[in-house]
């Protein structure tokens, strides 16, 4: 069993990352560690450089969202947490793979189609073939799951086209090369909405720092954007039904729920046919609750640079012996003489 996932180092690490993805790192790391399993959880830094970026704050987010992975519970003494630019295998096995990769697959993405809009001649070649990069990530460590929220899944899917495709042309039947990499999506939290239009998700890249809960926010933060977030007039309903067509409040409701444990049901039988006077109080409290350890283990480790770095390197020492012997099975598979 191998477990591996990644996160881009732009910006904070906010609500929709935790709830639908870094939960489920920490969660499975807790899980399969103590039963052989490995995990490997990487900054996703040669994604980063995908968009127009600031060369001058890559390095610190690099750093401060390796300190808040660590608060959210990742351990780098059971997994492997390292920065994508210091394993060199993830970008060669992505040149490896473009060979198989077909174009018309990448056309398909729906990221990419929303990223580039209309203007898909001015974006950067690595917007385009970022897919590529994602799906040599999961298969240079041979990943047989992989902990995402729902908008990675089409991703996901590309990984595994992929891998059968070059299995299929470069491997003996009995001896295909690539393990094919199961997404683990959460059931709850796939998809939490902008606070600000339950029709977008919750996003680093939204220009409203309003739109979302960053794990770095304060108490004050937290309750001031949970009470500021985009509602309805409407009391909340009795029953789930209640909530079709009402995406805000379905979002604050889904937000409650996975953040308590409790079920959807079970928050409208204590809510229903309250107003969001009341109900939002309620969530706002029960974030600043959750939320507060991680927030103040966070502003510790932030401030030691150092220890830091040594977490990236000694993950990046670990993930480099993990790469090597696919990267060079690959090489050889291609006929490429190395
Ligand atoms: P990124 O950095 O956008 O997000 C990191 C993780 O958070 C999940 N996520 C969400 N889940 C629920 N609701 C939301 N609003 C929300 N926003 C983000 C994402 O699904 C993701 O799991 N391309 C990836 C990084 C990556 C990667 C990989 C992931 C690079 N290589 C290999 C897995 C395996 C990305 O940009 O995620």
Same mark, same amino acid.
């Given at each position: 069993?191998?477990?591996?996932?990644?996160?881009?180092?732009?910006? *904070?690490?906010? !609500?929709?990352?935790?709830?639908?993805?870094?939960? *489920?790192?920490?969660?499975?790391?807790? $899980?399969?560690?103590?039963?052989?399993?490995?995990?490997?959880?990487?900054?996703?830094?040669?994604?980063?450089?995908?968009? +127009?970026?600031?060369?001058?704050?890559?390095? =610190?987010?690099?750093?401060?969202?390796?300190?808040?992975?660590?608060?959210?519970?990742?351990?780098?003494?059971?997994?492997?947490?390292?920065?994508?630019?210091?394993? +060199? #295998?993830?970008? $060669?096995?992505?040149?490896?793979?473009?060979?198989? @990769?077909?174009?018309?697959?990448?056309?398909?993405?729906?990221?990419?189609?929303?990223? #580039?809009?209309?203007?898909?001649?001015?974006?950067?070649?690595?917007?385009?073939?970022?897919?590529?990069?994602? #799906?040599?990530?999961?298969?240079?460590?041979?990943?047989?799951?992989?902990?995402?929220? %729902?908008?990675?899944?089409?991703?996901? =899917?590309?990984?595994?086209?992929?891998?059968?495709?070059?299995?299929?042309?470069?491997?003996?039947?009995?001896?295909?090369?690539?393990?094919?990499? =199961?997404?683990?999506?959460? +059931?709850?939290?796939?998809?939490?909405?902008?606070?600000?239009?339950?029709?977008?998700?919750?996003?680093?890249?939204?220009?409203?720092?309003?739109?979302?809960? *960053?794990?770095?926010?304060?108490?004050? #933060?937290?309750?001031?954007?949970?009470?500021?977030?985009?509602?309805?007039?409407?009391?909340?309903?009795? %029953?789930?039904?209640?909530?079709?067509?009402?995406? $805000?409040?379905?979002?604050?409701?889904?937000?409650?729920?996975?953040?308590?444990?409790?079920?959807? @049901?079970?928050?409208?039988?204590?809510?229903?046919?309250?107003?969001?006077?009341?109900?939002?109080?309620?969530?706002? $409290?029960?974030?600043? =609750?959750?939320?507060?350890?991680?927030?103040?283990?966070?502003?510790?480790?932030?401030?030691?640079? %150092?220890?830091?770095?040594?977490?990236?390197?000694?993950?990046? %020492?670990?993930?480099?012996?993990?790469?090597?012997?696919?990267?060079?099975?690959?090489?050889?598979?291609?006929? !490429?003489?190395?």
């Amino acid at each position: 069993m191998r477990i591996v996932s990644g996160i881009q180092p732009t910006g *904070n690490l906010h !609500l929709g990352n935790y709830l639908g993805a870094i939960r *489920n790192w920490v969660a499975m790391q807790d $899980e399969w560690t103590a039963k052989g399993g490995e995990c490997f959880y990487f900054l996703a830094d040669l994604h980063a450089i995908s968009m +127009p970026h600031d060369p001058k704050a890559l390095g =610190e987010n690099t750093r401060e969202m390796t300190a808040a992975l660590v608060a959210c519970g990742v351990d780098p003494d059971r997994s492997t947490l390292f920065n994508q630019t210091q394993v +060199p #295998a993830h970008a $060669e096995l992505q040149w490896l793979l473009n060979g198989t @990769a077909r174009v018309g697959w990448l056309n398909r993405m729906t990221q990419w189609k929303d990223k #580039a809009g209309k203007n898909r001649d001015g974006q950067s070649v690595a917007l385009f073939t970022y897919p590529v990069l994602q #799906a040599a990530d999961v298969l240079i460590y041979q990943a047989t799951h992989v902990p995402v929220g %729902e908008d990675q899944k089409q991703h996901l =899917e590309l990984a595994r086209d992929i891998a059968q495709k070059f299995n299929n042309d470069f491997c003996a039947e009995d001896a295909p090369l690539f393990v094919l990499p =199961e997404p683990i999506i959460p +059931p709850a939290a796939a998809r939490i909405m902008s606070l600000r239009d339950g029709s977008a998700k919750m996003s680093k890249s939204d220009p409203s720092d309003m739109s979302r809960i *960053n794990l770095t926010d304060d108490a004050d #933060a937290i309750m001031s954007k949970i009470k500021k977030a985009k509602s309805d007039a409407d009391a909340l309903p009795s %029953e789930a039904e209640g909530l079709e067509g009402r995406p $805000e409040a379905r979002n604050l409701v889904g937000i409650y729920s996975a953040m308590s444990g409790q079920s959807v @049901a079970q928050i409208l039988g204590d809510f229903g046919g309250k107003g969001f006077g009341a109900f939002k109080p309620a969530l706002g $409290e029960l974030l600043v =609750e959750k939320l507060s350890p991680i927030n103040e283990r966070f502003n510790t480790l932030r401030q030691d640079r %150092e220890a830091l770095n040594a977490i990236l390197r000694k993950g990046a %020492e670990k993930a480099r012996a993990a790469s090597a012997p696919t990267l060079a099975a690959t090489y050889d598979a291609l006929g !490429l003489v190395r």
